[in-house]
């Protein structure tokens, strides 16, 4: 039964048995994406001010309860193999079962028919039965007048600016296990369609009706205080664990990590919540770990969640979490892999874009500037939360289109064009108002009623591509040529932070397309047998038609697909660097010198653009980084511990100034593992300029003044005590003389030659002897 789970689940979801919004045993559904889903229903309710009614049923139709015969129906319905049946039914007859009791377990009994709980198979048994009830459903409010349609305001105005104005969902009920909501227009469509659901579930389960019950819609939905207050309550009433002594600051963050922070992530993930309130958990955060510390002043927490090559302590911080929570949600709802989820997430960008934003994207460009928390409820919540982490990022990052299907074709409405265009140009006048109702009057309502774009294109070829490093690390410059040769030679580099050489392949192959001849037939020759495939693949029959309906009419996919099928140019492998004397080596060898020549002469090379063909339909991107298709939430922390550590740089005393100190990153066991970390704890403290030093003592009125109080004629602060106090050198030769003595015995117990031993012993009293290497 294992073993057919494993396999029936993707089984299903591949031939999309299961509807969108049934969310159990569906693969890429995330309970966050239902989240998400209602939100955006909920903001378009809102948005359009019309009535919806929904009705919550709670089904107690627990797998123990389920009828077997309405899997079975299921799999008839469906086509799927009767073999199926067979083995379940042979599964479920004469099962053994064994009741306790309060003297012992019974003799087993023999049960037949009853699907058992708990079994691998019983959420796909489940989802299978009620799914033909779903089906059933959204049948019967085909034609309803009464079935909630989302679609935009524009589209619904018969004014369509954008494509997406052109997309509608159908909402007729979301399921989710033993929970369903039903939708309707009125309250009589409603009651339609909960006794059709009524009567479809009398013979698979056991039903207990809860009508009315619509808590989770109005606590959980798009509402970020209620998981603030939840978390806020959490943390007020957490406490450490009772020690003996001073806890170390490194079980103090495990402590943390693992019973706080994820939980708030578990809730985040759900429904982020407003940046100032995780802001102020973050502070609450650094004050029970202040109150273990001892010390009388707070640490900068700042300090507290840098990653350790930046000085810090590698806390987990709240503010982090709901930040990348926040902006990676906005992404995956926007390219869901499901059709309902992603036109939903569609519909509610395109109403902000064009009845709140005056047409302008607010994902991108000037529209980063600005802040939209007074649209709350018109617009998710967890979205206008993205958008302001976006817009405060540094470098600022966008969430662009990759492509833009409605430009070329000349489909976009001319009202929105010039909406656009009046925004950019301010100095410059633009037609609005009697002169667009002219032009709709005459039916000028299009670019494409104004005029088309025209697209105009012009032996033995082969590209060859190179990278600069050959490998490198997030915010890296990097640089790729792409170079082609045959009857004409041609090389472009793509620079930037996010490049692979992947992208130079693409570039190559675009080259070729471009320079070759489309009425004599000619050869490319590549060294990348990965592109030969997927070229290859996509002209074959049985690939082509999934295909073009996963690319979902994207203008740019079905150009390069048109052109590779069409087009004369066959590409072919060769195998690279090859000692043979053939006319496919020697064409790969000179792609290969001009690509490694280039990479030495870039200001002289012309520059290409990234090509976006592979990418999610949306996709972020910064001036400073161009496209980013790496982890999003990888690329915001590493971002914000960069413009931080920049921040506590410039105004600290140099106490942060990290190109002062080694440029390598200091070890993470003494920040993380070590089972004694109070140099950690002194560390965190003077880094934020809180150590309790005589002269900060003395700035707060604490001490009468700010001399050293171990003698020395100087004012104590962090840099004399560390630095020039002689006291303080004392203890730090007998530090060093302490670990001498507790290192040799150690080396003797593990068989050092007594040479080794020497230079251990060596390097443990340089270890506290130059003050260079104590990081403040």
Not at 95 to 113: D, N, V
Not at 455 to 472: C, I
Not at 615 to 633: A, K
Not at 721 to 750: G, N, T
Request: proline share 6%; net charge neutral.
């Amino acid at each position: 039964m294992s073993w057919l789970n494993f396999n029936l689940v993707p089984y299903i979801a591949h031939l999309c048995i299961l509807p969108d919004t049934q969310v159990a045993t569906q693969q890429g559904v995330q309970t966050r994406d239902l989240i998400s889903y209602l939100s955006s229903i909920s903001c378009w309710v809102k948005r359009h001010k019309v009535t919806v009614y929904a009705l919550k049923r709670d089904q107690m139709k627990g797998f123990d309860y389920l009828s077997p015969q309405g899997m079975y129906d299921a799999v008839s319905a469906y086509g799927l193999p009767s073999a199926i049946i067979d083995l379940d039914h042979a599964a479920q007859t004469d099962t053994k079962c064994y009741i306790r009791t309060a003297y012992g377990t019974t003799e087993p009994i023999l049960i037949s028919g009853l699907t058992k709980q708990g079994g691998s198979l019983s959420p796909v048994k489940s989802t299978l039965t009620t799914s033909l009830g779903h089906h059933y459903l959204n049948d019967l409010s085909a034609n309803n007048p009464a079935t909630l349609i989302i679609s935009t305001a524009n589209g619904m105005k018969g004014d369509p600016h954008l494509v997406d104005d052109h997309l509608s969902c159908k909402v007729v009920m979301v399921e989710v296990t033993d929970d369903s909501y039903l939708f309707a227009r009125s309250l009589a469509a409603l009651q339609r369609n909960t006794l059709a659901m009524e009567h479809f579930h009398i013979t698979t389960h056991r039903v207990a009706l809860r009508s009315n019950e619509l808590e989770f819609l109005r606590t959980l939905v798009d509402n970020p205080h209620t998981h603030y207050k939840e978390l806020k309550e959490f943390i007020q009433h957490f406490t450490f664990p009772k020690f003996l002594r001073c806890p170390p600051i490194t079980l103090l963050r495990k402590i943390l990590k693992q019973n706080v922070v994820s939980k708030a992530h578990a809730l985040i993930s759900l429904q982020p919540i407003k940046r100032a309130d995780a802001d102020k958990l973050d502070k609450m955060l650094k004050t029970l770990m202040h109150r273990e510390s001892g010390m009388p002043f707070e640490p900068n927490p700042d300090v507290l969640t840098l990653p350790t090559e930046f000085h810090g302590l590698d806390i987990p911080s709240i503010s982090y979490v709901n930040n990348a929570v926040a902006v990676n949600g906005l992404h995956r709802d926007l390219n869901h892999p499901i059709a309902s989820y992603r036109t939903v997430a569609r519909i509610t960008l395109t109403d902000w874009t064009c009845t709140i934003n005056n047409c302008i994207d607010p994902l991108d460009s000037r529209s980063l500037s600005r802040t939209f928390p007074l649209h709350a409820g018109r617009i998710p919540y967890s979205w206008i939360v993205a958008q302001d982490v976006m817009a405060s990022s540094t470098p600022t990052l966008a969430l662009k289109r990759t492509d833009l299907p409605d430009i070329l074709p000349g489909t976009m409405s001319l009202s929105h064009a010039l909406k656009t265009i009046a925004q950019h140009l301010l100095d410059r006048l633009v037609p609005a108002g009697n002169a667009l109702w002219s032009l709709r009057s005459k039916n000028i309502t299009r670019i494409l009623d104004v005029g088309q774009w025209h697209l105009q294109m012009d032996g033995k070829w082969s590209f060859k591509t190179h990278q600069r490093p050959a490998t490198g690390f997030i915010f890296n410059d990097k640089s790729v040529t792409a170079a082609v040769t045959g009857p004409r030679t041609l090389v472009l580099r793509i620079d930037g932070h996010n490049i692979l050489i992947l992208h130079g392949e693409l570039v190559g192959i675009i080259l070729a397309l471009t320079l070759s001849d489309l009425a004599v037939p000619s050869t490319l020759y590549t060294d990348h047998l990965n592109s030969v495939h997927i070229i290859n693949d996509s002209k074959t029959v049985i690939d082509q038609a999934p295909r073009l309906r996963t690319l979902n009419g994207r203008s740019y996919y079905r150009w390069i697909l048109a052109l590779t099928t069409n087009n004369p140019l066959r590409i072919s492998y060769t195998p690279g660097h090859s000692d043979e004397v053939s006319l496919p080596a020697r064409l790969n060898y000179e792609a290969d010198h001009y690509a490694s020549s280039a990479q030495w002469q870039p200001r002289e090379i012309l520059s290409a653009p990234i090509p976006p063909f592979f990418m999610d339909e949306y996709t972020f991107y910064s001036h400073d980084d161009g496209w980013t298709e790496s982890n999003i939430m990888t690329y915001l922390h590493k971002s914000r511990s960069l413009s931080t550590s920049q921040a506590l740089a410039s105004g600290h005393q140099l106490r942060m100034t990290l190109h002062l100190y080694d440029p390598r990153p200091p070890p993470e066991f003494p920040y993380t593992h070590a089972y004694s970390a109070y140099s950690v704890l002194v560390q965190l403290y003077v880094r934020s300029g809180q150590l309790p030093t005589a002269d900060l003592l003395h700035s707060c009125k604490l001490l009468p003044d700010a001399c050293c109080r171990m003698g020395c004629d100087a004012i104590e602060d962090a840099h004399h005590i560390f630095v020039h106090c002689m006291r303080y050198d004392e203890w730090r030769a007998s530090a060093a003389v302490e670990l001498q003595k507790r290192a040799l015995p150690k080396l003797i117990e593990k068989e050092f030659e007594e040479v080794e031993c020497i230079d251990f012993l060596a390097e443990a009293k340089l270890l506290h002897h130059h003050p260079s290497m104590n990081s403040f």
